[in-house]
């Protein structure tokens, strides 16, 4: 799911620094990454809409979300996951404009600006999320650029379309097999799945925030090993949501710029009967 981008071998490092074995390291080089979140959402009446947050910033290596590569995995996460960081945020000029492509005509325009009170992410002025027909509309960025920050550049992506059904997740599944998710309709090689499944687990009077984390092909149905759902079944305060996600990431030289389209669904934990 993950291309990477010049990362290190962090383990490694740790490993000949406590063995004393050190030597000098060239460190990989900063780039400049612009990352474009579109989250679809549902609007009061029905009709669906897109909050969108561009972030513009420097790095060293990292890795790029990508939604073909086919990836069927999970994983149980301990604790809370450790946050990414960013070596400094960057200009990428005064504005950044959406355009909403729907049948090769633009139907919507919007006007981006850094918002303060989101670390000079680019918002759209009002806050407001801006209409559009999910999974079919394009989503088509200009970025003006900044001399001293991001380059110039502009990249058009598909949206993504929301799941209509989803099977239950149950509060206890059964010990014995694999547990079965479907969805549909189902996506295409373009598209990717992610569950995630939160909950409080209490041990010897500490409770700490544990988590399943499935990254799987968009084909309508995958299985939760039955190994992983060994603490989930004795967890409290159980949550589960499904995201469906499209990227797609242009390379402008040393920068690197990426969409990410995204629809999550928030699941009832189904109660398990006695």
């Known amino acids: 799911m993950h291309r990477s981008v010049g990362v290190m071998a962090g383990a490694a490092v740790v490993g000949l620094i406590a063995l004393g074995a050190c030597t000098e390291i060239t460190p990989p080089p900063l780039h ?3 990352f474009i979140t579109a989250k679809v959402v549902r609007q ?3 009709s669906r809409a897109v909050n969108v947050v561009g972030q513009f ?14 990836l069927d995995v999970c994983n149980v996460i301990r604790g809370e996951a450790p946050g990414g960081s960013i070596t400094s945020p960057l200009p990428a000029g005064d504005s950044v404009l959406l355009n909403i492509v729907d049948g090769g005509s633009v139907t919507t325009t919007a006007v981006l600006k850094p918002n303060i009170q989101q670390g000079n992410a680019y918002t759209t002025v009002d806050g407001n999320p801006v209409p559009l027909n999910a999974g079919s509309s394009s989503l088509a960025f200009t970025i003006p650029g900044d001399e001293a920050g991001f380059p110039e550049a502009s990249i058009t992506a598909l949206s ?13 599944p059964g010990f014995g097999d694999n547990l079965l998710v479907t969805w549909s309709p189902a996506g295409d090689d373009s598209t990717h799945i992610d569950l995630e499944l939160t909950f409080d687990l209490e041990l010897g009077g500490q409770t700490t925030h544990e988590g399943v984390s499935c990254s799987w092909i968009d084909d309508g149905q995958a299985e939760i090993p039955v190994g992983s759902l060994i603490d989930f ?42």
């Open 233 to 274: 079944r004795q967890g409290v305060n159980q949550t589960a949501v499904m995201t469906r996600f499209r990227t797609h990431t242009e390379t402008l030289g040393t920068s690197f710029l990426t969409v990410l389209a995204r629809h999550d669904t928030t699941l009832t934990v189904q109660p398990t009967a006695p």
């Open 44 to 46: 009061n009446d029905g």
């Open 160 to 172: 993504v379309p929301a799941l209509a059904s989803i099977s239950p997740i149950p509060s206890d």
């Open 32 to 34: 400049d990454f612009g």
């Open 57 to 70: 910033f420097q790095a060293r290596g990292g890795s790029l979300p990508d939604s073909r590569v086919p």
